[in-house]
């Protein structure tokens, strides 16, 4: 046995100040939290003891459960107090140490989930792992002090055997990562043209046809595949019809599901029921934005007769006000327009002192007759599936019509909604976490910006100016060329961001160009491009972080980590795929094109065997599949020019890339050429975007549309019908 020092004085809770609305949950804990860093890993060795990781999120209800359960209990605490450094982690502020660990929860365990338990060494090697452990022994499961106990027996008994299962386990994830490396100096490969329909026939197989989705229950929206689907279905293919299939079945499903607020708009996280009726009901901000596109992108694609484009415009809509609503932060934490968007809102309500999931948003029958009368109320509970017994709880069921409703119960929804919204607001409502995190802003960017485009709703592209400013002045720190991850009540603080945040980010700021035709977003994305690949590029081989945790390092067998598989987000390699891909459709850059071929050659094992984690490697390959198509919109600003624009933003073509400019009067070109080959009496100036050089306006300013593959354009066109017969011309 090895001698065990007690804990010091200075050993208390340590959350109260922290800035992570997660980890304050946690400061009236008696157990004594240390926040993840050197100093309390340093702790752990002067005292010879191991650590106890515990990793959350603020939304998380299973979270609140424990907590209650065990991290509450006096007993369960003295004892965490005496035998571990006990450290607490938000996994939405570092999720470069949420990855690692739950890459050896499921090793260790087979599972994997929040809260993640995680038992290390002081220098942070991962040896026992799980996620939920009980009060009291469950079948199957031990309590979380019967876990103690045990882990504490095996460091004191069995010391050698544990360090050498956690070494042994940090060589196997670094022998995983190293499987996972590409390198970005070598010449990008071709893809196998049949990977993308064979993609198509991979999810079919999965595909639950009668609920829509993927696989069983639980459910979570496939958002990114989705995106993929979409980008297929527009491009004319054996596989296409089939792709379009897929997409709407489960877009409309989960319109017409609890997991869309049939009230207040935007979608919570998951379903537990294959059916999507009993959602877990946080409110996620990286969901809302991807899902947000999803639907623009829909109606851009013209939807089926099954999912019509009006209804999954309504949905967008819908989406966009709860999150620009509920999420937005006003400059300096008053009243106002939003300038940034915060992470969640709780899966749980506080009702009488006790969390109850969901019971903002359930409903009896009674409930429903109460406030609308015994005829409304009877004819909302049938409409909106709530019966007798509630679905989740003694509180009742989510409201939500699980098909398409009539035209009279449409109607009758629309009469009836105000109230029921009315009535909702009056209940306790679900926590929100205010942090603002860089990447899922930048989703947010790219996702409002086209649905004001696409929706007609410029109020919603005035929003993503904000944000995109927003991030620009709070997360951007231009003299270092680097973006912090998280800031708090206008303030970053904390780790630098990953991989995903600049994706993210950069392709938000390419977005929020490609709709307001305004430069300085270009030059912000360049920026935010280009220090990407000086910060996570290292030796050729691309990684998610850039060395923030010297304990995560350790834990992944101290190889750069880089994971391809999407998980909720796309994947930080397959999101900066697809930014490089557009940067150099906009740029002419051949050498980032060549970086995003090098990380596409991760699809090949996943293509056709695990196409429902790679949704954004496959979108962004059906991209460079079909060029992508590059856009160049010259001429005088007005009407004409913002009808070309605006077809162009509505164009489901994969991937296309959009530049506008105001060109000079001239006679176009004489003959099709590569950038900065158009004649004409005056050319967009040199020093703008590369897409725009060489570009000229017609005759007194008159607006034209050049399309273009590689730099390489066809004649240009004047009218929106001939930009939308080209573009069919050219495949899309």
């Not at 415009?313 to 300038?339: F, K, Y």
């Not at 490697?617 to 605006?646: C, I």
């Not at 004409?680 to 020093?687: F, I, K, L, T």
Request: glycine share 10%; aromatic share 6%; charged share 20%.
């Amino acid at each position: 046995m090895r001698a065990e020092q007690t804990p010091e004085p200075a050993d208390r809770n340590a959350l109260g100040e922290e800035p992570s609305a997660y980890l304050r949950q946690h400061a009236g804990n008696p157990v004594h939290w240390q926040p993840f860093g050197d100093q309390a890993f340093a702790r752990a060795a002067a005292r010879n003891v191991p650590v106890f990781l515990s990793i959350g999120y603020a939304a998380c209800h299973w979270c609140h459960v424990m907590a209650h359960e065990s991290f509450e209990d006096q007993a369960t605490a003295d004892y965490l107090n005496a035998h571990f450094v006990a450290i607490k982690v938000d996994r939405e502020e570092r999720p470069d140490v949420d990855s690692v660990y739950m890459a050896a929860t499921q090793a260790v365990s087979g599972e994997g989930g929040w809260p993640m338990s995680v038992f290390l060494t002081p220098d942070g090697l991962a040896f026992h792992a799980g996620t939920y452990f009980p009060p009291r022994p469950m079948p199957g499961r031990p309590s979380f002090l019967q876990v103690l106990e045990a882990v504490h027996d095996a460091w004191e008994e069995r010391r050698d055997a544990v360090e050498e299962n956690a070494r042994s386990l940090a060589e196997n994830m670094g022998r995983a990562q190293l499987s996972a490396a590409v390198n970005l100096s070598a010449p990008p490969g071709l893809l196998d043209p049949e990977l993308l329909p064979a993609a198509v026939r991979s999810l079919r197989r999965s595909e639950d046809p009668d609920d829509g989705g993927f696989g069983a229950a639980p459910k979570f929206p496939p958002s990114a595949v989705l995106e993929f689907l979409m980008r297929h279905a527009a491009v004319a293919s054996d596989t296409a019809d089939e792709a379009r299939g897929m997409a709407g079945r489960t877009l409309a499903a989960m319109a017409r599901s609890a997991l869309f607020d049939q009230l207040d708009g935007g979608f919570a996280r998951y379903s537990v029921t294959r059916d999507w009726s009993v959602p877990h009901f946080e409110k996620m901000l990286y969901d809302n934005a991807q899902l947000l596109r999803a639907y623009v992108h829909w109606v851009r694609l013209g939807g089926t007769p099954g999912f019509p484009e009006a209804e999954a415009a309504e949905v967008a809509v819908r989406t966009a006000e709860w999150m620009l609503a509920s999420l937005g932060l006003p400059a300096g934490g008053g009243h106002g327009a939003a300038v940034a968007l915060a992470s969640s809102l709780d899966a749980d309500s506080v009702v009488n002192g006790e969390h109850h999931e969901g019971a903002t948003y359930l409903w009896t029958a009674g409930d429903l007759e109460n406030l609308l009368g015994s005829d409304d109320g009877a004819a909302v509970a049938r409409t909106m599936n709530v019966g007798e017994q509630g679905t989740v709880s003694e509180l009742g069921s989510p409201l939500h019509p699980a098909r398409a409703l009539s035209p009279e119960e449409a109607a009758h929804w629309a009469a009836v909604r105000p109230r029921l919204l009315a009535a909702r607001a009056a209940r306790p409502q679900p926590a929100r976490d205010d942090k603002v995190v860089a990447g899922w802003n930048g989703m947010a960017v790219a996702a409002l910006a086209e649905a004001g485009a696409v929706l007609d709703r410029p109020g919603l592209v005035d929003a993503a100016v904000r944000i995109a400013g927003y991030l620009e002045t709070v997360h951007w720190r231009a003299a270092e060329g680097e973006l912090v991850r998280v800031s708090h009540a206008g303030a970053a603080r904390g780790i630098g961001g990953l991989l995903e945040d600049y994706a993210f980010c950069g392709e938000g700021f390419l977005t929020l160009f490609a709709v307001t035709g305004d430069p300085h977003w270009y030059g912000l994305a360049e920026s935010v491009i280009l220090a990407a690949c000086r910060r996570f590029i290292v030796d050729g081989s691309l990684a998610d972080t850039a060395g923030e945790s010297a304990q995560v390092f350790n834990a992944q067998g101290r190889q750069p980590g880089l994971d391809p598989f999407d998980g909720a987000t796309p994947s930080g390699a397959a999101a900066f795929a697809g930014v490089l891909l557009s940067y150099a459709a906009l740029s002419g850059s051949s050498e980032h094109r060549a970086m995003a071929g090098n990380i596409l050659s991760l699809l090949p094992p996943l293509a056709e065997r695990a196409p429902r984690v790679a949704g954004w490697l496959l979108a962004t390959a059906q991209a460079a599949a079909e060029g992508p198509v590059e856009a160049a919109v010259v001429g005088r600003p007005g009407p004409a020019r913002d009808a070309l624009h605006g077809a162009l933003l509505r164009s489901p073509s994969p991937g296309l890339v959009i530049a506008v400019g105001d060109g000079a009067a001239g006679h176009g070109p004489a003959s099709d050429g590569p950038a900065g080959d158009g004649q004409g009496e005056a050319a967009v100036p040199a020093g703008t975007v590369p897409l725009l050089r060489g570009r000229t306006a017609g005759a007194d300013g008159a607006p034209l549309v050049y399309l273009c593959r590689d730099m390489i354009c066809e004649r240009p066109v004047a009218s929106v019908p001939e930009v939308r017969q080209r573009l069919s011309r050219m495949g899309i």
